[in-house]
């Protein structure tokens, strides 16, 4: 093959090199900009991936709902309806299998039914809120001192949600970005 | 060694061992060799740098430096990326070397991991390693054509076995089989294929021709699902299909140590014998629900492709002589079916077959005159040995007798070979 076909196949490679991550930042930029703010309580730990760093695992408080609908099978996607309680923090308002028709939704994944309870449990598919590597183990050590310090349930996640997508914009701790936080208790 | 050779070649030419014009042949055929030399270690450092300075920016990159904004991480992770992909452009449009491309191809693979994991955690993007992989290694795999790379190749071979391992072993991912490992490493067959077709010899081949047993091997284990027992017919017959390919003339002319598929293939038909000679292993029964699981075909595929070769094989007058080692596979599948109706029959046949594979490699080891093969042959007889020390109810004495008998084997076998050997040397250089 002529070196200058070769170089057009790389060049269109190097396009969609290109293309993937920049799709991804656009879709999360697209669900930012026009995406409706939601605050959930959370309770963060820190984990970390080998390619992309230090994280905090994001414990929500909301994790479950009850239905009396035993079929929910583990692993399958769930549609959770959202609406907001009295102080600003999100809340279920319904759950299906279906694309909810209006209001804000997100798609999670059923981890299991608990028969006894009658409970659907799920989890959120925005759940890991990178951190410079040196605060994140301080930000879990924040987290708890804010909870002893303080009035419970001051720690929040806000979540930019868009047609059942969500993206992960910062972690609050006494309505302080949690980056910060620890920085002023350090 | 070399240049002990090239001072030499006067001293031959003055006693007239060699004539003038054989010295200057002599002489620049190693100097072929030694232009040949230092290109070949840049490509290895050129590798070995880009490798390090990739994975070095991810690891810098995983820092997460939250001094900047969200744009100016955005451009960070662009900037490798692009960098890389200038490289890899410049050297296709210019030609350049096979250190150039082998490098800029390297750098380029971990730029494009790099861009994405960068992406991810810009936009706290939660992690599904196995789906990261996948579209990393897709991105990639159109620079093995382009650059002619190897490293790329390798890469490939290790993040695609990476990913099936992430996906077929992991506990998020239960129920799910990693088909498109199979189809990632298809793609890389044509590469392998120009390697050894053009390239026999090259040490970078006889590293594929490790590499890609060994990833078959490792991910094999991802395709069982449910049927557990259908395990050990998969990897027997994945060992049968590998000694099979080894003896094919191409690998078997070769160093041995060049020749991954026999060794893996032989070796690894004695595990899984030495495994399945236990009583226990053929407690197990089959409903007609298993021969329509996936487990099934797959062992009939792999059993398919395995006695094509041996039959190739024969057509072509490849094998030369009877070995048991290349029926192993289908005397197993026959077992293996009996051992749905009966777990004696079996356990005390793969015994005798382990036993009679010990001899043949004995055999074969003193035919050639090889201590290696011989007492590779012992190892197989002394490890069956050892197996059924476990799990006999024969007493301390008889056991402690077979010891002592496969023990009194290796040093008088090995002996009676020194001696047949030297002989042997001895009457050659009477000749």
């Known amino acids: 093959m002529k070196p200058i076909y070769i170089f057009l196949i790389f060049v269109l490679l190097v396009l969609a090199q290109i293309y993937i991550p920049a799709k991804m930042i656009l879709d999360q930029e697209a669900i930012i900009k026009t995406g409706t703010a ?113 009035l419970p349930n001051n720690t929040y996640a806000l979540v930019y949600i868009l047609n059942g997508n969500g993206v992960l914009d910062n972690v609050f701790i006494n309505d302080i970005p949690i980056a910060k936080y620890v920085e002023k208790q350090e | 060694m070399n240049s002990k050779l090239l001072n030499e070649l006067p001293e031959l030419i003055k006693n007239q061992v060699i004539s003038e014009d054989i010295a200057l042949k ?112 897709v991105l990639c795999l159109p620079l093995v054509y382009l650059l002619k790379s190897n490293a790329v190749a390798i890469l490939h071979i290790v993040f695609s076995t990476f990913y099936a391992c992430n996906l077929g072993y992991g506990y998020e991912s239960i129920g799910e089989t990693p088909w498109l490992y199979l189809l990632l490493i298809a793609f890389l067959l044509p590469h392998y294929l120009q390697l050894l077709k053009h390239r026999p010899e090259a040490n970078i081949t006889s590293i594929f021709n490790w590499l890609l ?39 078997d002319d070769q160093k041995l140590r060049r020749n991954g598929y026999l060794i893996f293939g032989s070796v690894g038909t004695v595990i899984m014998l030495l495994l399945t000679s236990f009583n226990w292993i053929w407690e197990f029964s089959m409903t007609k629900n298993e021969f329509l699981s996936q487990e099934f075909y797959i062992a009939l595929i792999l059993f398919c492709l395995a006695l094509a070769v041996l039959i190739y094989s024969y057509s072509k007058q490849w094998v030369k002589r009877f070995n048991l080692f ?6 197993f599948t026959l077992l293996f079916f009996v051992g749905m109706a009966d777990n004696l029959i079996p356990t005390i046949l793969v015994n005798i077959l382990i ?77």
């Open chain 2, 213 to 251: 047993p060994l990833s078959l091997i490792i991910t094999l284990g991802v395709f069982v699902e449910q049927n557990d027992d259908f395990g050990y017919l998969m990897y027997v017959i994945l060992f049968g299909l590998f000694y099979n390919i080894g003896k094919i003339p191409s690998f």
């Open chain 2, 26 to 137: 002599i002489r620049q055929y190693y100097l072929s060799k030694q232009s040949d030399g230092p290109n070949r270690l840049f490509t290895v450092f050129g590798v070995l740098g880009s490798l390090l300075v990739g994975l070095g920016i991810i690891l810098i990159m995983a820092h997460n430096w939250d001094e900047f904004t969200r744009p100016v991480k955005t451009i960070f992770a662009f900037l490798p990326l692009v960098l890389g992909q200038l490289f890899a452009g410049y050297s296709i449009l210019k030609k350049k070397s096979t250190t150039w491309k082998e490098a800029s191809g390297t750098f380029l693979f971990f730029a494009v991991g790099s861009s994405i994991a960068l992406v991810s955690q810009i936009y706290n993007i939660p992690g599904d390693l196995s789906s990261y992989i996948l579209t990393w290694i």
């Open chain 2, 355 to 431: 036993f009679a594979l010990g001899l043949v490699t004995i055999k074969i080891g003193t035919d050639k005159f090889h201590f290696g093969i011989l007492n590779y042959g012992l190892l197989i007889i002394t490890a069956l040995v050892v197996c059924r020390f476990f799990d006999t109810d024969l007493s301390y004495v008889i056991r402690g007798l077979l010891f002592v008998s496969v023990g009194l084997g290796f040093f008088l076998t090995n002996y009676v070979m020194l001696k047949r050997k030297k002989t042997f040397e001895n009457l050659n250089n009477k000749i």
């Open chain 2, 326 to 331: 290349h029926f192993v596979f289908i005397i």
């Open chain 1, 38 to 150: 939601y605050k959930f309580k959370t309770r963060p730990v820190d984990p970390s991936d080998p390619f992309k760093g230090k994280y905090i695992h994001l414990n929500y408080d909301i994790t479950s709902v009850l239905s009396n609908d035993s079929t929910w099978t583990n692993y399958e996607p769930i549609y959770i309806a959202l609406k907001t309680d009295t102080l600003g923090f999100a809340m279920v308002e319904t759950v299906s299998r279906d694309v909810p028709e209006s209001g804000d939704y997100v798609k999670a994944q059923v981890d299991w039914y608990n028969t006894y309870e009658k409970k659907i449990n799920f989890s959120f598919p925005f759940d890991e809120f990178y951190m410079n590597e040196l605060k994140a183990y301080n930000a879990e050590l924040a987290y708890l001192k804010a909870q002893q310090d303080s």
